[in-house]
């Protein structure tokens, strides 16, 4: 099993950018697939993007496409998601989320707490 704990959430203003971070513990990070979710009120949890364990590929939403992306560092057991030209739209809630079998599509086994993304108009 493995721990995870996002950070880097924020409010910023639309056009900004932010940087969430997941730190992992546990079991050895780089044998997971990983992914990041978001949740807004009312709505149910969706896909944002996600990474294979050796970071060679990478899949993104479409609402997402071109201006996230995600990366990770296997050695300090942390996977990133660099958000750029933020919209009003991606106000959420952020989960990042880990896949045990590095096998696409993933099945996420492993979930964080959440951080909390305000982007302002």
């Known amino acids: 099993q493995v721990q995870l704990v996002e950070s880097g959430g924020g409010l910023v203003q639309a056009g900004g950018s932010l940087r969430l971070s997941c730190a992992a513990s546990g079991r050895t990070f780089s044998t997971y697939g990983m992914g990041w979710f978001r949740q807004a009120p009312g709505k149910e949890r969706e896909f944002v993007a996600d990474?294979?364990?050796?970071?060679?590929?990478?899949y993104y939403a479409d609402s997402v496409k071109g201006r996230f992306t995600i990366y990770r560092d296997n050695a300090k057991s942390t996977v990133y998601l660099q958000m750029n030209s933020l919209k009003p739209e991606d106000t959420a809630a952020y989960y990042c989320?880990?896949?045990?079998?590095?096998?696409?599509?993933?099945?996420?086994?492993?979930w964080g707490q959440g951080t909390q993304v305000t982007v302002s108009s």
């Open positions: 989320a880990a896949a045990a079998v590095d096998s696409w599509p993933y099945s996420f086994g492993s």
């Open positions: 990474i294979s364990r050796s970071g060679g590929r990478t």
